[in-house]
């Protein structure tokens, strides 16, 4: 069983993995982990703070942001009515 990850396969992750141990030592990868934990908490903070500025200033110049639940109130209209056409049928 050969699994691939970013067309990396499993003998190439076991010598990744065992150069990291080697280098930082067994103590030092949590603290790593941790540390890029704490980054990307960071990171999506930041692009969350960035989202609600854009909808903020959107709304204050009167653009309309609702246009994504717009869209999917008419495509659960659509399903509705498809699987009301299809009845009792049901799909693989």
């Not at 990744?16 to 030092?28: E, S, T």
């Not at 960035?50 to 994504?68: H, L, M, P, R, W």
């Amino acid at each position: 069983m050969n699994t691939t990850f970013l067309f990396i396969g499993e003998p190439e992750i076991f010598i990744i993995l065992l150069i990291v141990v080697m280098l930082f030592g067994a103590d030092k990868i949590p603290e790593i982990a941790r540390g890029l934990g704490k980054g990307m908490r960071q990171i999506k903070d930041a692009t969350n703070d960035i989202k609600k500025e854009i909808n903020d200033s959107a709304k204050n110049q009167g653009i309309e942001t609702d246009f994504v639940r717009d869209i999917n109130k008419e495509v659960n209209d659509v399903k509705n009515n498809i699987d009301d056409l299809t009845g009792p049928i049901k799909r693989k």
